[in-house]
């Protein structure tokens, strides 16, 4: 339960700064307050980015808060399904493609067959 809080650190981060980027401005401004049509004019690639973030984290918070209050937990548990874990072998290589990989892996490194 700690790791899913730890991992949503950085979208609570994300959103907070949106929420603080008028006054992260006002900072360098001497402590002046800023409003968000000058930082729209000021820095408008910046105030973009960080509304597009802060929405796009805060989709992601619920989402995770809406699966942990539902009890659903991840199938694959950080890394992606392969082969090995669905017992199938990849579309790309045929069986002879497959026979030619064994019969490579079965010979010794001198050259001859085991």
């Known amino acids: 339960m700690w790791r899913a809080f730890v991992r949503c650190l950085p979208r609570v981060a994300a959103v907070a700064v949106c929420l603080g980027v008028t006054e992260l401005l006002g900072l360098p401004a001497a402590g002046r307050d800023i409003t968000w049509l000058q930082v729209g004019y000021y820095a408008p690639t ?3 980015a ?7 984290s805060g989709a992601v ?3 995770r ?3 942990a209050a539902a009890g659903v937990r991840s199938r694959s ?3 992606t399904p392969g082969p090995a874990d669905t017992g199938t072998q990849s579309a790309f290589f ?3 493609d497959r026979s030619r990989a064994a019969a490579a892996s079965s010979v010794r490194p001198n050259g001859s067959s085991a």
């Open 77 to 79: 548990h950080g890394r």
């Open 65 to 67: 808060i809406g699966a």
């Open 50 to 56: 960080v509304a597009v973030t802060a929405v796009v």
């Open 46 to 48: 910046l105030l973009v």
């Open 94 to 96: 045929s069986a002879a």
């Open 61 to 63: 918070l619920a989402a």
